[in-house]
């Protein structure tokens, strides 16, 4: 690798960058040596870095720092108070961090399968898993998987009590019904006793496609205050025999409908809330709309427990939930790897790099904030503000680590050196807060 270029460089002004780009003064700084201890060995592949070098660097921005707290405009959201469960090992509710679920795609009682998905779904982050008890077959099959399962498990259940007395009795960490779909007032409360006494949560799942007739005609449709009243209703069932661990979920395909609903649901309960757009649609689509109507709640502090409803493989649901949870400062963050848009001032290719960039880091589990700048105009300014950032120009790339300036390189060398310094920023942080999956953060 060759080092492009350490004569020192002066830049000013307040440029426009999409209506994000900030002012950035700077003024010539000897930085120490790249080579001097701070980075290894002081080469990089087959090159040597500079000793030292003179360079611009913009100081007029703050320096954003993974150790420092966070300054109040980054703070969470202000969460709704709710009453806290406990799905297994796994609380909801209360103040307790927000959890990732999903749904297996498996049929339940091919359980090598289910546990096969069951485990992926672990490796990607989820924290509650949910499978689907349509026959006798799979709920006989709840004892292994519950057993087997690195994750709590909730058994989806519709109309047949008998399963979701299987379920409680098979070990599951929770079950999901409609009491109103169970109908009989006796075996509501036989499933209320039974869960009680192992201390499980029973969720309610209301959607569009299951709200009563008499609702439907009260409310002339599929409405906010239908869904809640439905809802209510079935929690209400579990009340009257004597059970209060119930989550709630109001899911509607419509993210503004949704929305609404759940509003409207928070301000009538305290019961903790699961959040999510039902039958979002395939990926792009529905990663777009759950963003959307999960991401619109959390944003207000409404929200206890997420689920991703996606056509595609359940991991994307969990990628898709984390990432809601990490945008909102909701869960630590891993690797962040932020890039402009690029526009005609960019002399990079910023889109490759970026996704290049994103592709080889991909494993690491850190919070690790790398940006991908495509001009030396602006580009200083954003990637200062990132742990480590590449503002590029002329073929060329400004590395930046921690808001200071390094060195130059050419592009052919910035994935390589990006990748080199935040694998090594990434082991250091390992090595400080001891090596472990991202903590979840209230
Ligand atoms: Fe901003 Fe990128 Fe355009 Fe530079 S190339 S002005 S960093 S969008």
């Known amino acids: 690798m060759r080092i492009a270029s350490d004569e020192p460089r002066r830049f000013t002004g307040q440029q426009s960058h999409g209506g994000r780009c900030a002012t950035a003064t700077t003024e010539v700084m000897r930085i120490a040596s790249a080579s001097s201890g701070d ?29 420092a707290p966070a300054p109040p405009h980054l703070a969470p959201p202000v969460r709704r108070a709710s009453r806290r469960i406990s799905v297994g090992s796994v609380p909801v509710g209360g103040g307790s961090p927000i959890s990732v679920q999903s749904m297996t795609t498996t049929p339940t009682h091919d359980i090598d399968a289910t546990l096969q998905q069951i485990a992926a779904l672990n490796a990607a982050g989820i924290d509650i898993v949910r499978v689907a008890c349509p026959r006798q077959e799979d709920a006989d099959a709840l004892a292994t998987i519950a057993a087997k399962s ?26 999901r019904i409609n009491p109103g779909n169970i109908r009989k007032h006796d075996k509501v409360k036989l499933i209320g006793d039974a869960a009680r006494e192992r201390g499980i949560p029973i969720r309610i799942g209301v959607n569009g496609g299951s709200l009563e007739d008499v609702l439907l005609a009260k409310h002339g449709g599929v409405t906010p205050e239908a869904l809640v009243e439905s809802a209510l209703g079935e929690a209400g069932l579990l009340e009257e025999v004597g059970f209060g661990d119930t989550k709630i979920s109001v899911k509607h395909s419509d993210p503004w409908v949704m929305i609404q609903t759940y509003r409207l649901l928070a301000e009538r309960c305290d019961y903790p809330l699961h959040l999510g757009v039902t039958e979002a649609g395939p990926l792009k689509t529905g990663v777009l709309k759950s963003a959307i109507g999960i991401g619109t709640l959390l944003a207000e502090g409404i929200g206890d427990t997420i689920r991703v409803s996606l056509s595609a493989d359940p991991v994307e649901e969990v990628k898709a939930g984390i990432g809601i949870l990490e945008a909102l400062h909701l869960r630590e963050r891993g690797l962040d790897v932020v890039s402009c848009p690029s526009c005609g001032r960019a002399e990079v290719d910023v889109y490759t790099l970026a996704e290049q960039v994103q592709a080889a880091l991909e494993g690491i589990d850190v919070p690790l904030r790398v940006a991908v700048m495509g001009c030396v105009v602006n580009g200083p300014g954003e990637a200062r503000e990132a742990d480590l950032g590449v503002a590029a120009g002329k073929g060329k790339g ?6 200071q300036v390094l060195f130059t390189v050419q592009e052919s060398d910035i994935v390589e050196t990006l990748v080199h310094f935040a694998n090594e920023m990434a082991d250091e942080i390992r090595a400080e807060r001891g090596q472990g999956a991202p903590v979840v953060v209230a």
């Open 150 to 175: 690195t994750v709590p498990i909730i058994a989806d259940i519709h109309f047949q009590w008998k399963y979701a007395m299987a379920a409680i009795e098979a070990g599951c960490a929770g079950v």
């Open 398 to 403: 400004q590395i930046l680590q921690r808001g």
């Open 39 to 67: 980075h290894g060995s002081g080469s990089l592949g087959s090159v040597a870095l500079p000793s030292a070098l003179d360079l611009a660097v913009p100081t007029s921005l703050p320096i954003f720092n993974t150790a």
